[in-house]
């Protein structure tokens, strides 16, 4: 037998779409173990652009699926707005998903039979929601889709449909929206297009982006870029430059300067 969702716990967290509370994540156990977060605290706000960067293994695709639901913590806190993550059961987790989290990953993750307007309105059609008219009008045309959404993803570019992607993720005008490595299959003119996209539903409606990348000049279109190495937050830039992006990350290859107890 099915049981329902139960309520979801509230936490007031006006100003922040998301936050971590000395979240920790560990995989595995004794020899094996791997502590991949450690403690992280963080609050990202309510319509803002954030980049979360680091080396290889230094926790910031963890910490984007923890802070999307997508990975349990091991201690500590997530909030998705006022909406308390850890302790949510399946069905919990599946409901925030639906209501509040839009995704945007590196493979674009369309159905190949669908066509595009088909897989833009999926997460309403499966949430049994109908689309605000309107809204869909304005995240067609500000994706630049208009003649497309009648052609399946196999007659479309990689653009076109990471473009897809993106409309799909901000129909349901989620809480957030968590895009990993979204142009990591892009030549540089689609990326900028589909970076182009996510900068304009932040500065023009509100909507708040949080996204993994590697790449300094994507993360020169956020208004904030947080840095993690060894699974903590070491460093954080505001109004981010690709030249500062890049001088902050050969920072962190760096070996740190010993420290002298007084």
Request: aromatic residues 6%; proline residues 5%; contains cysteine.
């Amino acid at each position: 037998m099915t049981t329902a969702a139960p309520p979801l716990t509230r936490q007031r967290t006006e100003t922040s779409a998301a936050r971590a509370a000395q979240v920790w994540k560990v995989y595995g156990a004794g020899e094996a173990q791997v502590v991949a977060l450690r403690g992280v605290d963080v609050e990202l706000e309510r319509g803002r652009f954030t980049a979360i960067m680091g080396p290889s293994g230094s926790g910031k695709s963890t910490l984007m699926h923890c802070l999307a639901g997508l990975d349990s913590v091991s201690r500590g806190q997530v909030f998705v707005g006022d909406t308390e993550v850890t302790g949510l059961n399946d069905a919990g987790l599946t409901r925030l998903r639906r209501e509040k989290i839009g995704f945007i990953f590196q493979q674009f993750n369309l159905l190949p039979t669908l066509t595009a307007q088909e897989n833009i309105l999926l997460p309403l059609a499966i949430a049994g929601r109908k689309p605000d008219q309107d809204w869909f009008k304005t995240v067609i045309d500000t994706v630049g889709l208009g003649d497309r959404l009648g052609h399946r993803p196999n007659q479309l570019s990689g653009g076109q449909q990471q473009r897809v992607a993106c409309a799909r993720a901000l129909v349901s005008r989620p809480e957030v929206v968590f895009a990993d490595e979204p142009t990591g299959n892009l030549d540089s003119r689609s990326g900028a297009e589909v970076l182009g996209f996510l900068r304009r539903s932040v500065t023009e409606y509100g909507q708040t982006i949080v996204m993994v990348t590697h790449d300094a000049v994507a993360a020169s279109y956020a208004d904030r870029v947080i840095f993690l190495a060894d699974g903590q937050i070491v460093a954080e830039l505001t109004g981010p430059t690709p030249e500062r992006v890049l001088d902050t990350l050969k920072s962190l290859d760096r070996p740190a300067p010993l420290e002298t107890e007084l």
